[in-house]
Structures are given as C-alpha cells and as structure tokens.
C-alpha cells in the first residue's frame, strides 16, 4: 500500500508569516509530486507540482523535494488569510512507465489557519 | 480554457436507487480520473481512462460501480443499488498526456456531492 503522510493539523500561523506544510512518502520509485489547496466545500485546486531535488518557487509558494528522504514540503510566504484551507500532497507512485500518468495517492490534508 | 465540467453538483438519493454522474474533461486532456472523497479524508482513485479505455480500475467496487468513456471525451459514472456508505464527494479529473516523466498535472472538476439516505 503506497502511503502518503500529513499531519492533520490544526496549523495556526499569524498573518505575514511563513507557512510550512510537510509530507513524507512511502514509494521510494515515484516521481511526480503536487500540492493541491482546497477550501471548505470546494475541490481541489492545484498549486504547485514539483518533479526534481530541490526548491521550485512560485510567487509566495515554494514546494521542496528531497528524494533521497521521501519528504516534500509547501512553504507559502506572507501568509495571507485568504491561504486559509486544507492543503493536500499528492504523490504518483512508482515509476513513470509512459502514457498518461496514473492516478494520484493523497495524503488527509493539512488544515492551515491564518490569523489576522 | 474551459475546466472540467461536472453535473449534477449535488445528488439526494435513497438507498438502492441508482445515480449516475457526468464529466466533460479539458479539451485535448486524454487522461480521465474518477475519484471519490470521504469527508476529512484525501480523494481516492476509483477509475482512469486513456482515451476510451479503463486503464486502471483496480479500486472500482466493481459488484455495484461502473464508468464509461465511450467516444474518449465525456465520460460517466455509476451507482447501482446505491448503499448508505457511497455517500461522498465524486471527483472527476483530466490531464493531458505528455509522453515525459513530468507534466501530469491533474485538473480537478467541482465534484458531484451525493447524499444516500
């Protein structure tokens, strides 16, 4: 079973402040990595993908991956109470094997609470 | 460019009955997904499509469940009898097939929210 892990949360984070969400992964293989954000009601909305070691950076988001230890995180800056939502790491497990890609294994969410 | 398209957005339905949920993919997106969420809880895959063909179907509760993507565009899914624990969010999501190892970025509809009482 390829497993997905986030902390649940409740995460409180003061407005203007920097947000940090974690994810670890159970596929050592995979290869593709998101970030999806996904108000109360709504579905989810892609944020950030990220397919290399390293740090990808995306107006006030940053998603970082290290392989090597199955661990990606989502950094928002300036955190604004409009980032208050769940956010979702999804992972593709396994290795790309051509075509399109397979279906995406998620963790619970984080829920992310920004005070004003 | 247009997003995924999903109807109906909420279903109210009583146990046993059938229901069933339509998705209009991106235009060009080959790719097709049904997933269904839990509340609390991420979505799970259900079903993909590459063009007309089920290509992974290994999570569909195939006894009561079935999906269609007959002319590779539109696609549906199916509920029939449907059971109290069904009651979920339904995803319908599409992606384009790009042929690399990167790129499969997965474009979500607005779901279809059924009630089974």
């Known amino acids: 079973q390829k497993e997905v892990e986030q902390n649940s949360g409740p995460l409180s984070v003061p407005e203007g402040a920097i947000a940090s969400l974690n994810c670890t992964y159970s596929d050592r293989v995979s290869q593709s990595f998101f970030w999806y954000r996904q108000y109360s009601g709504k579905s989810p909305e892609l944020i950030m993908s990220i397919y290399s070691n390293g740090d990808k950076e995306d107006g006030r988001f940053t998603a970082q991956l290290n392989k090597a230890s199955q661990y990606v995180s989502l950094l928002i800056r300036d955190s604004q109470p409009s980032d208050s939502a769940t956010y979702l790491c999804?992972?593709?497990?396994?290795?790309?094997?051509?075509?399109?890609?397979?279906?995406?294994?998620f963790g619970k969410g984080t829920h992310l609470i920004i005070q004003p | 460019e247009a997003g995924v398209v999903q109807s109906p957005r909420y279903k109210i339905i009583e146990k046993k009955q059938p229901v069933a949920f339509w998705c209009n993919p991106i235009?060009?997106?080959?790719?097709l997904y049904w997933y269904r969420q839990n509340l609390g809880q991420g979505p799970e895959l259900l079903i993909r499509?590459?063009?007309?063909?089920?290509?992974?179907d290994s999570q569909l509760p195939k006894d009561r469940f079935s999906a269609e993507r007959l002319k590779g565009v539109d696609s549906t899914l199916k509920i029939q009898p449907a059971e109290l624990g069904d009651s979920a969010v339904y995803l319908c999501a599409s992606s384009p097939t790009k042929g690399l190892a990167g790129g499969h970025e997965q474009f979500f509809g607005p779901g279809t929210r059924l009630t089974v009482l």
């Open positions: 999804a992972v593709i497990p396994g290795a790309y094997s051509g075509g399109g890609a397979d279906g995406l294994t």
């Open positions: 235009s060009g997106h080959n790719t």
């Open positions: 499509y590459e063009n007309e063909e089920a290509v992974d």
